[in-house]
Nanobody
Framework: QVQLVESGGGLVHPGGSLNLSCAAS????????VGWFRQAPGKEREGISC????????YYVDSVKGRFTIGRDHEKNEVFLQMTGLKPEDPAVYYC??????????????????????WGQGTQVTVSS
């Protein structure tokens, strides 16, 4: 059974940092693009980052570019999202998804990930002073 489990969320002050993890069972994440999404209360879920197989390509939405870093821990079969400089607009439940692809187009992949398969339980990020 394929399962992705998000963890690492918590409460931080503005400007703080968190490291989120997307752990996989039932599949090898190295073979897939992985995307991170977030959904704040009352807002639509948005894709914020994506990483290609082989880690050669990454994508960030403008609102997190320069602050968040997506990467892989190959030994652990995990994808992480390092978040720094957290802002009051970053609080949300954060989710991950994986998808196989032939051509890396992060926008299309994020749309495909968002519209297929179940969501995990996510991990809550709260930014408060």
């Amino acid at each position: 059974q394929v399962q992705l489990v998000e963890s690492g969320g918590g409460l931080v002050h503005p400007g703080g940092s968190l490291n989120l993890s997307c752990a996989a069972s039932g599949l090898t994440l190295d073979h897939y693009a992985v995307g991170w999404f977030r959904q704040a209360p009352g807002k639509e879920r948005e894709g914020i980052s994506c990483i290609s197989r082989g880690d050669s390509d990454t994508y960030y939405v403008d609102s997190v570019k320069g602050r968040f870093t997506i990467g892989r821990d190959h030994e652990k079969n995990e994808v992480f999202l390092q978040m720094t400089g957290l802002k009051p607009e970053d609080p949300a439940v954060y989710y991950c998804k994986a998808r196989y692809y032939t051509h890396f187009n992060p926008i299309q992949l994020i749309d495909a990930m968002a519209s297929s398969g179940p969501w995990g339980q996510g991990t809550q990020v709260t930014v408060s002073s």
